[in-house]
């Protein structure tokens, strides 16, 4: 369980909790980490802090430009900042010991189901990762209540259906968290199972909002065994199969 003590930083460029989770993967300090669709960079920054090298891929030129003047001033030298497209990226296969996807990409190539794209792009992921890597992944729940209505939804999956991806791609030893309130703003990080120990953390996580009673609907529905199939996200971690 990780539990990320709050304060009151909302933008996605300064929120640095959304990069902590990677940080306790048991990944090699002196390995080689990869972050797709990166983003602002904070992510990265936040790797930066702990692995020796970190690559962060990026497409969209605004932020691959923010991330170079982010990293320059920041000293960061230990990253590698590489414009891409999710479904085209440049590195051979077994290059990284850790790959990072905060929230699956909501379309991935031009052509096909989403649903198939979102597999061979997985696939793929996996091919860059050594014999004994990691992917970690966070994304939303697709019966999420309030999920179920956005048009965004394709790009969410539910607590079966992430599993079952994840394994189709070629990951096993799957292992299952609930972010909370959302993986955009990380408080609480707890495994999925045994129940007791997800009850527990919410019990013991005063600093999670209790805005109309969410904190005390997270407590009951763990109670009963339902937290981890209606909650917003996940953050889930998976090995290479060997």
Same mark, same amino acid.
């Given at each position: 369980?990780?539990?990320?003590?709050?304060?009151?930083?909302?933008?996605?460029?300064?929120?640095?909790?959304?990069?902590?989770?990677?940080?306790?993967?048991?990944?090699?300090?002196?390995?080689?980490?990869?972050?797709?669709?990166?983003?602002?960079?904070?992510?990265?920054?936040?790797?930066?802090?702990?692995?020796?090298?970190?690559?962060?891929?990026?497409?969209?030129?605004?932020?691959?430009?923010?991330?170079?003047?982010?990293?320059?001033?920041?000293?960061?030298?230990?990253?590698?900042?590489?414009?891409?497209?999710?479904?085209?990226?440049?590195?051979?296969?077994?290059?990284?010991?850790?790959?990072?996807?905060?929230?699956?990409?909501?379309?991935?190539?031009?052509?096909?189901?989403?649903?198939?794209?979102?597999?061979?792009?997985?696939?793929?992921?996996?091919?860059?990762?050594?014999?004994?890597?990691?992917?970690?992944?966070?994304?939303?729940?697709?019966?999420? !209540?309030?999920?179920?209505? %956005?048009?965004? $939804?394709?790009?969410?999956? *539910?607590?079966? &259906?992430?599993? =079952?991806? @994840?394994?189709?791609?070629?990951?096993?030893?799957?292992?299952?968290?609930?972010?909370?309130?959302?993986?955009?703003?990380?408080?609480?990080?707890?495994?999925?199972?045994?129940?007791?120990?997800?009850?527990?953390?919410?019990?013991?996580?005063?600093?999670? !909002?209790?805005?109309?009673? %969410?904190?005390? $609907?997270?407590?009951?529905? *763990?109670?009963? &065994?339902?937290? =981890?199939? @209606?909650?917003?996200?996940?953050?889930?971690?998976?090995?290479?199969?060997?």
């Amino acid at each position: 369980m990780l539990l990320i003590s709050r304060y009151n930083i909302r933008r996605s460029f300064e929120n640095r909790r959304k990069g902590y989770f990677y940080l306790t993967l048991d990944s090699p300090v002196d390995g080689k980490v990869l972050e797709i669709g990166a983003g602002s960079g904070i992510i990265s920054d936040v790797l930066a802090t702990y692995f020796q090298n970190v690559t962060a891929v990026e497409f969209d030129e605004t932020w691959v430009e923010f991330m170079r003047l982010r990293f320059q001033q920041d000293l960061r030298t230990n990253i590698s900042l590489v414009r891409a497209k999710n479904w085209e990226l440049p590195f051979r296969p077994e290059t990284f010991d850790l790959v990072i996807i905060n929230g699956l990409p909501e379309m991935v190539g031009e052509e096909g189901s989403v649903c198939a794209s979102h597999l061979q792009f997985l696939k793929d992921c996996a091919a860059l990762l050594t014999p004994t890597g990691k992917l970690a992944i966070s994304i939303r729940n697709q019966l999420y !209540p309030k999920q179920l209505f %956005r048009p965004e $939804a394709d790009a969410a999956y *539910s607590y079966w &259906g992430i599993r =079952r991806l @994840l394994r189709l791609s070629g990951f096993t030893r799957l292992s299952m968290h609930i972010a909370l309130p959302t993986y955009h703003d990380p408080i609480l990080i707890a495994p999925t199972a045994p129940n007791a120990v997800l009850h527990d953390a919410l019990l013991s996580a005063n600093s999670l !909002p209790n805005c109309r009673g %969410r904190r005390a $609907a997270y407590i009951i529905l *763990s109670r009963i &065994g339902m937290l =981890r199939y @209606l909650l917003h996200s996940f953050v889930i971690s998976g090995e290479k199969h060997g």
